[in-house]
Structure formats: structure tokens, C-alpha cells
């Protein structure tokens, strides 16, 4: 018996830490850094210019102000082009719009709700006619929050729900860079006043389009010994075809202290291929970060258009200023035809209820054979 408990004890102690192989120090440090920044209103102003050399040379600059909101368990980001053309939608709400003639893209207000169940983002719904859009419509899509969270894809494919996520989230809203994407971590190891993380992650976890049978992703992490600020981060991730790759970096430029804590002020990033067709530097400022006490929910303007996709087909509706339940969306989905009715369950039946009419028969059958005898 006492071998029994040995044995188990011991197989408890190594699944615990194959559960959590970081130090005790530094998972405890990220775990105060993520809990500081609940509860925070973060204001970042972000430049990002686009160098594009192939198939013809390019470049192209856009500047937004970053609005942030965390608490624990939501995130609302909002993007505004800092130099922009104010419209007002047919909803009544004032946004901004800037035309990039670099990529003929479009910087416009839009927002990102990422909650513990859904994420949605919210956007205008914009036609151009000439030099001024012809009609401006507010437009929203819904979809289930992903089973990583804003610790891996969004759900909604946007680019301002990315500023909040996976390695962005990191430097924007103080994001545990351990969970990301799921990650392996092969070696953790202390150099000077500095950590160093080396992990892998599987390519479908980082890029949902990736195959099983594409090359892991890797990932390098560096952090400040004393408080885990991640002042490096860098993914690698080699593509199918031989020496062909991708490559993203994030770095800490200068920092500031709130309350106790040091905070990115300025972040750099730098993307680039294998390929040479193209390099991408971001900048972010930190503006302000101070707390807040409200209690973040999703919010869309009333009478948005909304294509929810939480059933894995889009249905469309009117907001009408909360979230219907499933079944509210299953019974819309069935009147736009997105699903057939439930099948009428067969019934089934038991032999006992033939049980009366075999009996009856069986005495019939009797007093009609003692009436035949006499």
C-alpha cells in the first residue's frame, strides 16, 4: 500500500509540472502583470508603414489612435484613423475615414468586443461614390469566442480584434505570453537579469488556414528578470517550401512605471519574409493607462446591421440591444431557411400495451370455443 502512494505521489508531482513548467518565479510574475492590467483604460497612438517591393515597388503609411478597455474577463478596442474625414451613419454616429491612396485601403472607426463566450466587431458599412460615400450604414458580425480566447486568433477576422490578441496582446493589454497559441515551451532558462523562453507552436494553433502537416512555429521570448515585462518577442515560422519563412518582432523600446509596475511606453515591430517582397514596422506611444470601474459588455448601436455566426451559418438581424439566446437564433435562422425543422421523434411503443387487446381476444376466443361445445 505504502508503495501504491509513493508511486502515486510521484506521478502527481511530474504531472504537475509537465501541467506548468515555468518556474514558480516568473509564472507568479506574469500572473500579477496580466491581473494589473484588469480594470485599465489604455490609449496607444500606433504609425505602421508598408514597404512593398514585389511585384511592384510601394509604400504606404497609416496612423490610429488605439483605444483599449480590459477587465478580467472582456477587452473592447476601438481603432480611429488620427487624421480623418468625419461622416455621420444612417444610424446617427459620427466616424472617422481615411483613405490610404498608397494601397487604395480604407483606416476607419471600429471596434472589437472580445468576451469570455462571443466576440463581435463593429464597423460602418461603407459605399463610395466618386470622392464621398454615397451611404454609410453600421454593420456588426458575431461569432462564438475562440477556445484559446484573445490568447490565440479571434474568433471575427479583424485587424483591430489582432491589436488586443496572441502577440500583440502581450505589449497592448498585458497578456500571459506563456499561453500563447498554446505554445510547447522547450527551454526556460535565466540569463543575467533576463528570462529566456523557447517554445513551439503547432501551425494550425497560429494560422487556422495552416495544415497538421506544416512545420511548427517557433517562438523566442525575452523578459525582464525582476517583473516578467516582455522585452522581446520574436516568431519564426517556416513555410512548406524549402527555406522559405516568415518572421515577426516585437521589442520594448522604453518603458514607464504605474503604480509599481513597468509598463511598455513605446513597442516596436518589424515583419518580413524570406521572399523579399515586403517589410512592415509598426510603432506604438502609450499615450495614457489609468483604471476604470465599469463593467465592460457588448455594445452595438440600435438598429445595426448583424451577421452572427455563432450557429456556423450567418443570420442576419437588427440589434435590438441584446444578444439573443440560441434558440431565439435558431428559430430566425429557421425562418430565413438556414435550417430545417426538428424531426418528430418516433415514438416508441412497449409490448405491454398489446397486453389488454391479447388478453380480450384470448377470453373471447375461450367463451366462444365452450359456446361452440355445448
Not at 494560422?207 to 517583473?227: C, G, H, M, Y
Request: aromatic letters at 10%.
Amino acid at each position: 500500500m505504502r508503495t501504491i502512494v509513493v508511486v502515486l505521489s510521484t506521478w502527481l508531482v511530474l504531472l504537475g509540472a509537465w501541467a506548468n513548467p515555468l518556474p514558480k518565479k516568473l509564472a507568479h510574475a506574469l500572473q500579477q502583470r496580466e491581473h494589473f492590467y484588469y480594470n485599465r483604460h489604455i490609449v496607444f497612438i500606433v504609425e505602421t508603414q508598408y514597404d512593398i517591393f514585389k511585384p511592384r515597388r510601394n509604400q504606404a503609411q497609416s496612423r490610429y489612435i488605439l483605444e483599449i478597455f480590459r477587465s478580467k474577463g472582456a477587452i473592447m478596442a476601438t481603432q480611429r484613423p488620427l487624421q480623418g474625414t468625419k461622416y455621420r451613419t444612417e444610424l446617427g454616429n459620427d466616424i472617422y475615414v481615411e483613405l490610404d491612396k498608397g494601397t487604395n485601403g480604407i483606416i476607419m472607426t471600429s471596434s472589437c468586443y472580445l468576451g469570455e463566450e462571443v466576440g463581435a466587431l463593429v464597423e460602418p458599412d461603407m459605399e463610395f461614390q466618386s470622392q464621398s460615400p454615397a451611404k454609410v450604414g453600421m454593420g456588426a458580425v458575431i461569432g462564438r469566442n475562440a477556445t484559446q480566447g484573445p490568447y490565440g486568433n479571434p474568433q471575427v477576422p479583424s485587424f483591430v480584434c489582432q491589436e488586443v490578441c496572441n502577440q500583440r496582446g502581450v505589449f497592448t493589454v498585458g497578456l500571459d505570453v506563456s499561453k500563447l497559441y498554446g505554445a510547447q515551451w522547450e527551454r526556460i532558462e535565466e540569463r543575467g537579469n533576463r528570462w529566456i523562453m523557447i517554445g513551439r507552436i503547432n501551425a494550425p494553433d497560429y494560422d487556422s488556414a495552416a495544415t497538421e502537416n506544416e512545420p511548427d512555429v517557433v517562438i523566442r521570448v525575452e523578459l525582464s528578470k525582476s517583473d516578467a515585462l516582455v522585452l522581446e518577442l520574436e516568431i519564426f515560422r517556416p513555410l512548406r517550401a524549402a527555406n522559405n519563412w516568415q518572421r515577426g518582432r516585437f521589442r520594448t523600446v522604453r518603458t514607464h512605471e504605474v503604480d509599481g509596475f513597468n509598463v511598455p511606453a513605446e513597442i516596436e515591430y518589424r515583419a518580413e519574409s524570406s521572399g523579399g517582397g515586403y517589410v512592415v514596422r509598426s510603432h506604438y506611444k502609450l499615450v495614457s493607462i489609468k483604471p476604470f470601474k465599469n463593467v465592460l459588455s457588448l455594445e452595438i448601436p440600435l438598429g445595426t446591421r448583424v451577421e452572427d455566426r455563432r450557429l456556423g451559418r450567418p443570420v442576419s438581424y437588427r440589434w435590438q440591444g441584446r444578444l439573443p439566446t440560441e434558440e431565439e437564433l435558431k428559430q430566425l435562422a429557421l425562418h430565413q431557411g438556414y435550417l430545417l425543422p426538428a424531426e418528430s421523434p418516433q415514438r416508441r411503443y412497449s409490448l405491454w400495451l398489446f397486453v389488454p387487446a391479447v388478453v380480450f381476444f384470448a377470453v373471447a376466443g375461450y367463451l366462444y370455443w365452450r359456446q361452440r361445445r355445448k
